[in-house]
């Protein structure tokens, strides 16, 4: 009851499902969707997980009064606010937008931005060119780097031989680089189908935990 | 609410996470925990209105009462946090999404990849597509034989792989660093530009 009937859920609900998308036509008013409305509300449904999962985090740091505990109350008490009046007022409203704009946009840049300064050092750290494998990703990602900015233009022009930096950064990218993608797209693609396969066939539970 | 207080804001935000570079400290913690806190709730609110709301407004309340049943059973979702008695509730949802996903998946994603291999087959007609032909050959080997093949053509193909792949990190790298810059230079626009004023662009 407790594992067994999940796991046989799993495997007829996929075996339904894929063969309503095989066998039946696969618009809205069709079997295929209708389960994928009843798969979207389902997630609708289970929206409150995350703020769940963060009340049940902040709040066991509040009570045993962690070192950042008051922070937590601050997080839980934003949190709750803004999810309130956002699903009283729309995400339309001006105020909610204007919170959003106000906050979220320029911490979340300055987050990614604050990276660069580490990027700096951990490059620092990566390109010691001791292999050929070490050298490779240095020249390329100098190459890369340079041939996007003026420099790189004024060091070797783009209308001379091979078309300068940028031609050969072209080239780097149009083939070795797309034909790795797509290696690993296919390579994450078989990955991704095995398990598939093993969640199908119910060798594979670790996603139904422990108990 | 003026445009001036929301730069303020933004300007008070932007140094409070920038201060991080000196060291940790409660200003950076403040805006940190808010910035989570707000994503949080925007993502409900987003979800709430583009899908909460517009199923039961347009769905259950027009007829489609057996919306009812995912939904009781999504409900059961919940019991992850329930006492250890009742948790594994949580798994007969878990079962159902996963089994849509897995039948939507076998139904639908051979295909793309299935073009992306014969599209790397098609069109062999100079030194290029030769090449492309051969790494994506080498990247496949590299992934398929990961673990226990000591062929000496097969580890051969494998370094070929490793060679193009450590090329692709650095592109990867390298435009990462750049993106990152060009968010920086925005940074520094917004307070330089925006807030004092110093720099006019455009």
Redesign the interface.
């Known amino acids: 009851m407790k594992r067994t009937v999940p796991v046989i859920i799993t495997t007829v609900t996929a075996t339904i499902v894929f063969l309503s998308i095989v066998l039946f036509k696969t618009d809205a008013a069709g079997w295929p969707g209708q389960f994928d409305r009843m798969r979207q509300f389902m997630a609708a449904v289970m929206m409150f997980m995350g703020m769940a999962n963060m009340t049940r985090v902040h709040g066991s740091a509040i009570r045993k009064r962690d070192r950042n505990w008051m922070f937590s109350v601050w997080l839980l008490v934003i949190m709750f606010a803004y999810a309130i009046f956002g699903m009283a007022v729309g995400n339309k409203n001006a105020t909610y937008r204007w919170i959003y704009d106000a906050f979220i946009p320029p911490i979340n840049s300055t987050m990614y931005a604050m990276v660069a300064f580490y990027l700096t050092s951990a490059s620092y750290k990566a390109f010691r060119a001791k292999t050929l494998d070490a050298a490779l990703m240095m020249a390329c990602a100098v190459w890369v780097m340079l041939s996007n900015v003026p420099v790189g233009d004024m060091l070797w022009s783009s209308e001379s031989w091979l078309g300068g930096m940028a031609g050969v950064r072209d080239w780097i990218v149009s083939v070795p680089n797309s034909a790795v993608s797509r290696g690993i797209a296919v390579g994450t693609f078989l990955g991704g189908f095995a398990t598939q396969l093993r969640v199908f066939l119910g060798i594979e539970r670790r996603h139904l935990g422990q108990g | 609410?003026t445009p001036e207080?929301?730069t303020w804001?933004?300007v008070i935000?932007?140094l409070g996470?920038?201060s991080?570079?000196i060291k940790e400290n409660?200003f950076y913690?403040?805006?940190?925990?808010?910035?989570?806190?707000?994503?949080?709730?925007?993502?409900?609110?987003?979800?709430?209105?583009n899908?909460?709301k517009p199923?039961w407004n347009n769905?259950i309340m027009k007829g489609?009462y057996?919306?009812l049943?995912?939904?009781a059973?999504?409900?059961l979702?919940?019991f992850?946090?329930a006492p250890?008695k009742y948790?594994?509730l949580y798994?007969?949802?878990?079962?159902?999404?996963?089994?849509?996903?897995?039948?939507?998946?076998?139904?639908?994603?051979?295909r793309p990849?299935m073009v992306?291999?014969r599209g790397?087959f098609e069109g062999l007609k100079d030194l290029?597509s030769f090449?492309?032909?051969a790494?994506?050959?080498?990247?496949?080997v590299?992934?398929?034989f990961t673990f226990g093949n000591k062929s000496k053509g097969v580890e051969k193909t494998r370094n070929i792989?490793?060679?193009?792949?450590?090329?692709?990190?650095?592109?990867a790298?390298?435009?990462?660093?750049?993106g990152?810059?060009s968010?920086?230079l925005?940074?520094l626009l917004?307070l330089l530009g925006d807030w004092l004023g110093l720099v006019k662009l455009g």
């Open positions: 609410m207080l929301q804001i933004g935000a932007t996470i920038f991080f570079l409660p913690r403040f805006f940190e925990y808010t910035v989570i806190g707000l994503s949080a709730a925007h993502t409900v609110v987003m979800t709430w209105d899908y909460t199923f769905g489609e057996y919306l049943i995912p939904g059973i999504a409900i979702y919940y992850r946090y250890a948790q594994w798994r007969y949802p878990l079962a159902l999404i996963m089994g849509y996903d897995i039948g939507y998946s076998l139904a639908y994603d051979p990849f992306q291999i790397t290029n090449i492309y032909l790494i994506f050959f080498g990247v496949v590299y992934f398929i792989a490793r060679y193009a792949m450590m090329m692709y990190f650095g592109v790298f390298g435009n990462t660093v750049q990152r810059f968010l920086l925005g940074r917004f």
